[in-house]
């Protein structure tokens, strides 16, 4: 019988980590799941743990090398078998009916609507508590406010149409961030969005995030802003903040050199930027570098890559 939905797991050494996210889908009030774990290349036993959940509607791939994140939902949404499909990082976790509500809203849901959403809490790891709730805000055509940023707290957040994938692709293998954004981007170019308007996943943080690593952040955000530069060049005040946000991010690298293109450019596009530049570098570039927890992140070194 062909599954309901297909859930994507990509991971790589964090055995634990994807244990528990397991554990959440095992948990499931929907019926109908199948779940596909494909695993970068891990060292730290993965293999023998999935292998040891006793459990036929676990899938388990293994790369042969660690071809990155978006390679490896990319290989589970090939796998795929449901008409819809759920991705789902290895360290966040879903609360038990998160499929079942998201599946009950596409019966309802316009044929035109590819994704539907839920609201998640930020958990922070160390501290043990939640310390942010990200509720769901956009739904319909979500095309241009894409283009500021993305709507989603997470991948773990979606349940998406397998046609999406088949109309707009699948995950840039190119990018070292930004994939995720990237991808809602192409979806929305051809369908509606839509959400659950309740709590339904875990996003569980604790330092590795692509967020503090800015060797992955910043070649990725420049791709990003150049491989949908015109797209954002219809809307100026749109372009000109992600200009800003990369010049933003070298200052804080200490890439100097390579934020001035950005900024220059951003000042062309709306000259009054120079002033709201000059307050930022002068008031608060100092904090984020000296005194901001994020100050403590992998830096970006452009002579490792091309640009």
């Known amino acids: 019988m062909m599954p309901v939905v297909s859930v994507v ?8 980590k994807l244990k528990r996210a397991l554990d959440s889908v095992l948990h499931q009030t929907l019926n109908g799941i199948e779940i ?9 036993g993965t293999a023998e743990m999935v292998k040891g959940i006793p459990d036929a509607r676990i899938y388990y791939i293994k790369h042969d090398v660690n071809k990155g994140g978006p390679a490896a939902r990319n290989t589970g949404i090939k796998k795929a078998q449901a008409p819809l499909i759920a991705l789902l990082d290895d360290d966040d976790e879903w609360f038990a009916d998160k499929l079942a509500r998201q599946a009950e809203k596409f019966k309802e849901a316009s044929n035109q609507t590819g994704l539907i959403y839920v609201g998640a809490e930020i958990y922070d790891e160390a501290a043990h508590q939640i310390v942010q ?28 149409k397998k046609e999406c994938f088949d109309k707009a692709g699948l995950f840039d293998e190119s990018l070292t961030s930004c994939q995720d954004w990237d991808m809602w981007l192409r979806i929305a170019r051809y369908f509606e969005f839509d959400y659950v308007d309740e709590t339904l996943v875990r996003i569980n943080m604790h330092g590795e995030q692509i967020s503090t690593d800015y060797a992955k952040l910043i070649p990725g955000r420049t791709r990003m802003v150049e491989k949908h530069a015109q797209a954002f060049a219809e809307y100026p005040d749109i372009y000109v903040t992600h200009l800003k946000r990369l010049g933003k991010l070298h200052c804080i690298n200490g890439t100097w050199v390579q934020s001035l293109p950005w900024l ?11 002033i709201k530049i000059l307050g930022w570098c002068l008031i608060e570039l100092p904090y984020i570098k000296y ?17």
């Open 9 to 16: 797991i990509s991971t790589f050494n964090r055995r634990e």
């Open 291 to 307: 005194f901001s927890p994020a100050k403590n992140f992998k830096k970006f070194d452009p002579s490792t890559t091309e640009k």
């Open 264 to 274: 220059r450019k951003a000042i062309e596009l709306r000259p009054m930027e120079f």
């Open 36 to 44: 596909i774990v494909v695993d970068n290349a891990s060292t730290d």
């Open 133 to 160: 709730i990200n509720p769901p805000r956009y739904r319909g055509n979500v095309y241009q406010r894409l283009l500021l940023g993305t709507i989603l707290s997470s991948v773990s957040s979606v349940l998406v």
